[in-house]
């Protein structure tokens, strides 16, 4: 494999791995705040980063890339509400859709087939990490701060398998 495409792939699994870090430190703080269902959703969404990262990392086998870990920074560990939260968890799936999209573009440039084929079960995950962002702050913003609607979300959010 190129190498330009090779160190994407590698700087893709870092982004997926902060994604989990990130998610997991969501979590905590949903638990902290006493959402638990939240807090369940949100570490199902931090396994499946980690699915993802592994998915490139057996890519880049396949392809007899060598695999790189770098450093993960440290996540923000604290937000003021779940909707807070939730627009922040969107705001970084809007981020790691111009990371895939950007990997696509370079393996058209690279005219790398195989990548561009193994890249697009990204391109359509982000189309739905978005919308699964997008319809939890929809919720979170109708129920404002009224407790019992919020723990309706809490339960709707706790039923993620
Ligand atoms: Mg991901």
Known sequence: MNK?????????????????????????DLDEMGWGGMAHWMRKQAQEELAHALKIQGYV??????????????????????????????A???????????LV????????????????YFVSEQVEEEDAAHEIVDALEKVGNSAGPLYQVDSWLRKRE
């Open 4 to 28: 330009k495409m090779l160190d994407a792939l590698n700087g893709q699994i870092n982004e997926e791995l902060n994604s989990m870090y990130i998610y997991m430190a969501m979590a905590a």
């Open 105 to 120: 573009k370079l393996a058209r440039e690279l005219d790398d087939i195989a990548t561009e084929v193994f890249l697009n």
């Open 92 to 102: 970084h799936e809007q981020h790691i859709t111009g990371t895939v999209h950007k």
């Open 61 to 90: 086998k396949d392809r007899q890339g060598r695999v790189v870990f770098k450093a993960i920074g440290e996540p923000q560990l604290t937000w003021n509400t779940p909707l807070e939260l939730f627009k922040g968890a969107l």
